[in-house]
């Protein structure tokens, strides 16, 4: 059982930055992919960036440089760091885990209820 709880959006002028957090129960035995993804109006979904047990991390392109995923895994909350934020940047951010290989085509099954980032 996964349960997924995002905070952090909210309005921020470009070139700002911003963190976003993920509650995390998970009572599985092993550990899922965990990874934030976005949806803008009108655009498919799009994962941006995943994280393994082990710590290791992977980008879409159109955020390397820019985001940082990252674990407390003493709070167990997934954090999204961004900086440099752009209007491109605006859409709905979801916090996601999935099974399998951890990249970003993850089959992602659990999905938080998403929290909003608007820049302007």
């Known amino acids: 059982h996964v349960q997924l709880v995002e905070s952090g959006g909210g309005s921020v002028q470009a070139g700002g930055s911003l963190r976003l957090s993920c509650a995390a129960s998970?009572?599985?035995?092993?550990?899922?992919?965990m990874a934030w993804s976005r949806q803008a109006p009108g655009k498919e979904r799009e994962v941006v960036a995943s994280i393994d047990g082990d710590g290791r991390s992977t980008y879409a392109e159109s955020v390397k440089g820019r985001f940082t995923i990252s674990e407390d895994n003493v709070k167990k909350t997934l954090i999204l760091d961004i900086r440099g934020l752009k209007d491109d940047d605006t859409a709905m951010y979801y916090c996601t885990a999935g099974w399998g290989h951890c990249d970003l085509q993850t089959d992602f099954i659990y999905w938080g209820q998403g929290t909003q980032v608007t820049v302007s």
């Open positions: 998970i009572e599985t035995i092993r550990r899922p992919c």
